[in-house]
């Protein structure tokens, strides 16, 4: 519902109730919120109550305030969909009035929203998955390994153009693996990007390692070169450089490569990319996930292409990767029996689980174009609005747009982006705010941060302005429309908008 149609729901209460008919017509909501002179909700009026009215034979010039009727059942702002839902069921009752502290409606929920949420991002699965599945169990390969999980890695690797990849249980489970690779051991150093989800971080504690973690700047929203360079100069006066630098590029875009590895190559420490977000991008024609020693993507539920759980570690160097595949099956000797010398991990990815990812990756191309145009019709549904900044796409990058997200600018904005929010969710809106950085995490407290300027802390601005949308490829027009009408309502009215009004 948008504005205007909320807006024409309010009738006087002392409107005479036929004209009340017209007005219900038109707005076709079922339902309309009948207030007093000072706009304070007196009582909600449905179709059943005017259809009684006309039943029973109701002179014309009676108003609505004289149809027989109860009191309003309504919600304050911070009423949840399952409070709002279990009401409305109990009451065999269709919209509830959200009303402010003086009492005038500010929102009006559906049953009918409510039954039908939208996701931030879910599983899209292809036509082929089945297929390779209904193999594995033909085939008997249940167990884990099998053809399916070779078949994944040549595939994903010719994909992005990469030597190698190993498949693994979990994009974390990439990351532990990479950080061991690079040789990271308890009491070293790592560097991560703090906007991030945990699961770039978790994995330094895994190795017992201290987390550095590094800004991002405003023009890709991922890590800061400037911060780095600062952390980089920190590190080296206190002689103890990284052992790795984790680069994440986030919300489906890479970080700025050719700013970022320089400085690395200069301290000659390796880059780890945690390409989880970004799989199907590309940063100046090369495609995202190779441009660290190692790389790593995500198939969890939620990215942009899933086997419900699972993770992929990739490299050009063979015999990394050989130690890869070594350290993710338990790390077993070559012998006839059981033989072990270091840490392993159950880590491989299971076959069956291979095979869904094979049919994702056949619509991989497919389910970016999807997300991107998602994105677009958000940009251009909204673009009246001056306060709403998209997260930039720079010239000569190409993101997935994995999520839509924008910041809210201006005076208001970190109270407003969490009003926003609140609105949402009470809608069955599945939004989120940007990730909220590690550096001001509680798990990560005393870890040291370095900010894109002194001064200037670019991920905790974005944290308490930023705003994540639906933003699955398979979300219909109908989904995209019913946000975008909640959005434009909800929003602050830009002045282009004003003007018009
Ligand atoms: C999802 C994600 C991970 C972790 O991947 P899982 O497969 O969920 O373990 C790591 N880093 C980033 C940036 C992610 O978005």
Redesign the pocket.
């Known amino acids: 519902m948008n504005a205007d149609t909320f807006n024409a729901l309010r009738v006087p209460v002392n409107l005479p109730w036929k004209q009340a008919l017209t007005v219900m017509d038109d707005t076709a909501q079922g339902v309309l919120l009948a207030v007093d002179a000072r706009g304070r909700l007196v009582r909600t009026i449905t179709d059943g109550d005017l259809r009684r009215a006309v039943l029973g034979d109701v002179a014309a010039d009676q108003t609505l305030a004289d149809l027989p009727g109860r009191e309003p059942l309504v919600a304050d702002e911070n009423a949840t969909p399952a409070e709002l839902q279990q009401r409305m069921n109990a009451l065999g009752i269709l919209h509830v009035p959200v009303v402010d502290a003086a009492g005038r409606p500010i929102d009006l929920v559906s049953a009918r929203e409510l039954a039908s949420r939208i996701w931030l991002s879910s599983p899209h699965l292809g036509e082929e998955e089945s297929a390779f599945v209904e193999e594995a169990f033909r085939t008997n390969w249940i167990a884990p390994l099998g053809p399916h999980v070779d078949g994944f890695e040549r595939e994903l690797a010719a994909h992005v153009g990469i030597g190698h990849a190993a498949a693994v249980?979990?994009?974390?489970?990439?990351?532990h693996l990479g950080l061991i690779l690079l040789d990271v051991k308890p009491g070293d150093t790592v560097f991560c990007?703090s906007l991030?989800?945990?699961?770039?971080a978790n994995p330094m504690l895994y190795c017992g390692a201290k987390p550095v973690f590094i800004d991002s700047e405003p023009a890709t929203w991922n890590m800061s070169p400037a911060a780095l360079e600062r952390a980089f100069e920190w590190a080296k006066a206190q002689g103890r450089l990284p052992k790795a630098v984790i680069i994440?590029?986030?919300y489906g875009q890479s970080a700025d490569m050719d700013a970022l590895l320089p400085i690395c190559a200069r301290y000659g420490v390796p880059v780890l990319e945690?390409?989880?977000?970004s799989l199907g991008a590309s940063y100046k024609g090369r495609p995202s996930g190779t441009f660290g020693r190692v790389g790593?993507?995500?198939?969890?539920g939620?990215?942009i292409i899933t086997t419900s759980?699972?993770?992929m570690l990739v490299a050009d160097d063979p015999a990394l990767m050989a130690r890869a595949r070594k350290l993710s099956t338990q790390a077993r000797e070559p012998a006839p029996h059981y033989e072990h010398v270091e840490i392993g991990f159950n880590y491989r990815m299971s076959n069956v689980l291979a095979g869904i990812g094979r049919g994702q990756l056949k619509v991989l191309a497919q389910r970016v174009d999807q997300r991107r145009r998602v994105f677009e019709i958000y940009r251009e549904a909204l673009v009246d609005h001056a306060d709403l900044q998209w997260m930039p796409e720079p010239a000569g990058y190409r993101s997935t747009r994995?999520l839509t997200c924008f910041t809210l600018e201006g005076a208001d904005g970190p109270a407003g982006r969490d009003r926003l929010l609140r609105a949402l969710e009470r809608h069955a809106i599945e939004a989120r705010p940007v990730?909220k950085p590690m550096h001001l995490q509680p798990l990560f407290e005393g870890a040291p941060y370095f900010a894109h300027a002194p001064g200037e802390d670019v991920s905790a601005r974005l944290f308490a302005r930023g705003v994540c949308l639906p933003s699955g490829s398979n979300l219909t027009d109908a989904e995209i429309a019913r946000v975008i009408d909640h959005l434009r309502r909800l929003l602050p009215q830009s002045v282009a908008s004003h003007a018009v009004s």
Do not use: M, P, Q, R
């Not at 249980?169 to 990351?175: E, H, L, V």
């Not at 991030?196 to 770039?200: A, E, Q, Y």
């Not at 790593?296 to 969890?300: C, D, E, M, R, T």
């Open positions: 249980t979990s994009g974390t489970a990439a990351i990007s991030t989800f945990v699961g770039s994440v590029n986030l945690d390409a989880a977000e790593i993507f995500s198939f969890n939620n990215k759980g699972g993770g994995w990730w």
